[in-house]
């Protein structure tokens, strides 16, 4: 086989030392990923208003804010008959479960993204590390 150029062996160099750091940045992600994922499914919960407490992840949280308008007409109208203070009651708990449902879907989105980029990442580098031990096998 014929010998490797400067810059391949440099690049060949650069591969083999960037394995282990690609290798733990994948991993770390992964489990970030996963992490999330459940932290943001133990989160929900289907009375609560997401608005009270949004978490860390308070970008991903205002989207709840999306329903403030509605939230915010029912928290100031007053209802006249027991059958409208029920009805109010139940569109407001509607309203919380669906903003809820909203930001845990895009908290699973987000986490299950992560994971995935982390396995990617790790299975790029089991993959790499084949091709460099075939390519070492051959130089020898």
Do not use: C, H
């Not at 939230?71 to 409208?84: C, D, F, G, L, Y």
């Amino acid at each position: 086989m014929a010998e490797l150029a400067e810059s391949e062996s440099r690049l060949l160099g650069r591969l083999l030392r960037s394995q282990r750091p690609m290798a733990i940045a994948g991993a770390l992600l992964a489990l970030l990923g996963a992490a999330y994922l459940v932290w943001g499914v133990a989160r929900f919960d289907p009375m609560a208003d997401p608005r009270e407490s949004p978490g860390f992840d308070w970008p991903v949280a205002r989207l709840a804010f999306l329903f403030e308008r509605g939230m915010s007409s029912i928290e100031v109208a007053v209802p006249e008959t027991k059958a409208e203070a029920r009805l109010l009651r139940a569109l407001a708990r509607n309203m919380n479960f669906s903003s809820g449902v909203m930001v845990l879907l895009l908290r699973i989105f987000f986490g299950t993204i992560a994971l995935v980029m982390g396995f990617a990442m790790v299975t790029v580098v089991v993959e790499r590390a084949r091709l460099l031990a075939m390519i070492r096998q051959l130089r020898e």
